[in-house]
């Protein structure tokens, strides 16, 4: 039974490309993230979407967009990727818990490779 | 910006052994998470605290939020190589903006 999905787990890319990853959440939840860890494992957040709009948006390029087309799903799409975009992509849900809680529910990760 | 320092960034201790990570902010923070994080996966939610003060035991970790809310600590004792990870602080600024920060983590080892 997983609870948050993400596809694919390796993705190997070109500079240039654009390319899609999924993340699909089972847990019922009403808001979803997606969140970037470099090479040195800093997590930091890019977006939020809570019942699909968008909440948070960091300062991150607009070659990445991210679209939720329902409370279970946020895809996110990158133009013209660069080599600096290479990372481990997590997508997490939450919901809100007694005291704005938001503990979050982590996918697999999505590992990306630009070359 | 919020910021959470954790420290120490690596450690690599002997199966048995106790330890403590620190997860530091000048900013009050209304809850704060803990994570653990093990190679190719994503980070798995172990704890919260949320009041000021607040002792949380999960088995052999314990967790203790400040009493100010602005730093938190993990003490592990008899450390197992299971116990192997990145573990990962996160403060909640509170309200509905739905933000975690997260600090940089701590790498630890323990070998048998």
Known sequence: ?115 | TQLLEQSPQFLSIQEGENLTVYCNSSSVFSSLQWYRQEPGEGPVLLVTVVTGGEVKKLKRLTFQFGDARKDSSLHITAAQPGDTGLYLCAGESGGSNYKLTFGKGTLLTVNP
């Open chain 1, 1 to 115: 039974d997983t609870a948050v999905s993400q596809t694919p787990k390796y993705l190997v890319t070109q500079m240039g490309n654009d390319k899609s990853i999924k993340c699909e959440q089972n847990l019922g939840h009403d808001t979803m993230y997606w969140y970037k860890q470099d090479s040195k494992k800093f997590l930091k957040i890019m977006f939020s979407y809570n019942n699909k709009e968008l909440i948070i948006n960091e300062t991150v390029p607009n070659r990445f967009s991210p679209k939720s087309p329902d409370k279970a799903h946020l895809n996110l799409h990158i133009n013209s990727l660069e080599l600096g975009d290479s990372a481990v992509y997590f997508c997490a849900s939450s919901q809100a818990l007694a005291g704005n809680s938001y503990e979050q529910y982590f996918g697999p990760g999505t590992r990306l490779t630009v070359t």
